[in-house]
């Protein structure tokens, strides 16, 4: 599993930062962006432990999503790979790995986010 980039937009007349999908600024309308990339480490914002996963995570007994934040504002929700010795401000890198397989038996990928 590898080091994996994120990219976001940075609107260029009032400077928010969104997720790709949306096609106007939320804040200001403005339909012109630069796209920004994470990069290295974040931190882990806020988590939460599932422990009545979906069907299609029936392999795992609980699993831990989170909310982390990069050094230059991105922030992004995923799957942390562990749900051990989790604490709000410790640093974890994104990785692209296998996130579950899917009900046909086919595996998923995505990005997870690994504890330093
Ligand atoms: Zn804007």
Redesign the pocket.
């Given at each position: 599993m590898s080091e994996t980039i994120i990219t976001w937009k940075k609107?260029k007349?009032?400077g928010?930062l969104q997720h790709p999908d949306h096609l106007r600024?939320l804040?200001?309308k403005?339909t012109e962006f630069d796209t920004i990339q994470s990069s290295g480490e974040c931190i882990l914002l806020t988590y939460t432990i599932l422990k009545a996963p979906p069907a299609e995570f029936r392999d795992k007994k609980a699993y831990a999503l989170g909310i982390v934040e990069f050094s230059n504002g991105i922030r992004a929700l995923g799957q942390i790979t562990t749900t051990e010795n989790l604490k709000v401000g410790m640093k974890l890198k994104p990785i692209f790995g296998k996130l579950t397989d899917n009900l046909d038996g086919q595996p998923v990928s995505g990005i997870l986010y690994q504890p330093i």
């Amino acid at each position: 599993m590898s080091e994996t980039i994120i990219t976001w937009k940075k609107c260029k007349k009032c400077g928010k930062l969104q997720h790709p999908d949306h096609l106007r600024c939320l804040q200001c309308k403005n339909t012109e962006f630069d796209t920004i990339q994470s990069s290295g480490e974040c931190i882990l914002l806020t988590y939460t432990i599932l422990k009545a996963p979906p069907a299609e995570f029936r392999d795992k007994k609980a699993y831990a999503l989170g909310i982390v934040e990069f050094s230059n504002g991105i922030r992004a929700l995923g799957q942390i790979t562990t749900t051990e010795n989790l604490k709000v401000g410790m640093k974890l890198k994104p990785i692209f790995g296998k996130l579950t397989d899917n009900l046909d038996g086919q595996p998923v990928s995505g990005i997870l986010y690994q504890p330093i």
